[in-house]
């Protein structure tokens, strides 16, 4: 549920905040001496053995996926840009500048890659093992038109009209440049073809998500055990990263105490931890690729009794939308089954306490197609139902301003039959991680 733009999960950062992660205050209060950390955080080891990347046949199999839904959406060729989508592709990682690196699949024909000229071998030691080891690269010089190889790539393989289908994070500039280059060919949206192939998790991709949700909850627990009156929120984020740096994965988490536990994205105010105030700990790691994403909202010491019945409400409202995913319901209706149940209990309508969706979709992007909320896809697909493979959060809450909020977060997974959660959910204030 945090803001994505705190969620740059670089192991790097994990590892250095978890160096500093025993400062004297922190040894003040029950810190090991051997270790460094406290006991519960020292006991975790490495779960990144565990960890199966996913195979060349695998992407290879995603590939010609993409290709059948563009024969059924009519789209001749599809256009991914640097980031996410061009990774679950090809396996390769490469950002976005101002200098257009893109690779083309067309429906039917060989894919290729348009880029700057001086990255060909950088470019060529991310695809020499993936998928595209083959693909043809189209290099374009500092003094070139990127966007006038593109159309060269499109004419090669037939493509001199039609519809291209451009992924939805690419700049504006490059999808209006694209029209000039080509104006005989309309460019139109691609996430028909990529969230149809993304928002359908394989076996191996539900495997690697289980295992993050797995890392996520030993992390929380460790935390919670290693928390004391005192410590302060950046103290909290401190212990989060020593635990995600000795399961060896690439983590953070965002820590709300008290009245800000209210505001669902937090506040950057500093906090202390004091007795009896409540707590919330959201975010997770990434694995292979893949992301967690669980927050749980606890008290140290004896939770208030308004605190008990509101986490009663929200416990309620997440295990009201597990009972009611199932293939073929309408997303939004699992929204508004959770929804119920917090508005009957008094804190509605609408999204006056409970104010945002019930869940996002999520898999190699901690926010991802499909959404948990009424008019989900917007603009795209809004009356989409639930499949077999989908992946979302299912983190209903309630927000009480100036006081104190709750919400509840496991991912689910819709099933053959059903639906589950990928953790076991939390169960009560006082014990969050009681089985």
């Known amino acids: 549920m945090t803001r994505i733009s705190r969620r740059t999960f670089l192991e790097r950062a994990a590892l250095t905040a978890s160096s500093v992660a025993v400062g004297s205050d922190l040894l003040a209060q029950g810190v090991g001496a051997a270790t460094g950390l406290p006991p519960s955080i020292a006991a975790l080891t490495s779960m990144r053995g565990e960890a199966k990347p996913i195979a060349v046949a695998e992407r290879l199999a995603r590939i010609e996926r993409a290709r059948a839904l563009m024969k059924a959406s009519t789209i001749d060729a599809v256009l991914l840009p640097g980031g996410t989508s061009l990774s679950y592709f090809t396996g390769a990682r490469w950002g976005n500048s101002e200098r257009l690196m893109a690779l083309v699949i067309p429906a039917t024909g060989r894919p290729f890659l348009v880029l700057p000229a001086f990255e060909e071998g950088r470019m060529r030691e991310q695809i020499g093992t993936g998928p595209l080891a083959d693909v043809q690269l189209l290099p374009w010089q500092e003094d070139e038109s990127p966007f006038a190889r593109v159309a060269q790539g499109l004419r090669e393989r ?9 992924e939805e994070t690419a700049k504006f500039v490059f999808s209006d440049s694209l029209s000039k280059a080509a104006p005989s060919i309309t460019v139109t949206s691609a996430t028909p ?11 191996n991709e539900l495997a ?75 975010d997770g790691c990434r694995v292979e690729g893949y ?13 208030t009794d308004a605190m008990r019945r509101v986490f009663d409400i929200v416990s309620r409202a997440q295990l009201a939308a597990l009972k009611a995913a199932r293939p073929g319901v309408r997303l939004e209706e699992i929204d508004r089954v959770a929804r119920q149940v917090i508005v009957d209990a008094g804190y509605g309508p609408g999204f006056t306490y409970f104010t945002h969706r019930l869940g996002h979709g999520i898999g190699m992007d901690m926010h991802e197609w499909p959404y948990l909320v009424r008019d989900n896809m917007f603009g795209w697909e809004q009356d989409l139902s639930a499949v077999a493979g989908m992946t979302f959060s299912d983190e209903p809450g309630v927000y009480i301003p100036g006081q104190f909020g709750v919400r509840l977060e496991d991912l689910l997974v819709i099933t053959e039959s059903g639906a589950e959660l990928m953790t076991p959910p939390s169960r009560s204030l006082d014990d969050p991680f009681a089985t």
């Open 158 to 166: 037939g493509v001199v009209s039609g519809r291209l289908g451009i």
């Open 208 to 282: 690697l998500m289980r295992l993050a949700c797995r890392a996520t909850l030993a992390c929380y627990q460790a935390v919670y055990r290693a928390l004391r009156p005192g410590m302060t929120d950046g103290d909290a984020r401190a212990l989060v990263a020593a635990a995600y740096a000795r399961l060896g994965f690439p983590g953070e988490a965002s820590i709300q105490v008290g009245e800000y536990t209210a505001l669902p994205h937090g506040s950057s105010t500093p906090q202390v931890i004091r007795e009896g105030t409540i707590i919330m700990m959201d």
């Open 193 to 203: 073809v990529v969230a149809g192939c993304r928002m359908i998790k394989s076996p």
């Open 291 to 303: 992301t967690s994403d669980l927050t749980r909202t606890f008290v140290l010491g004896t939770p």
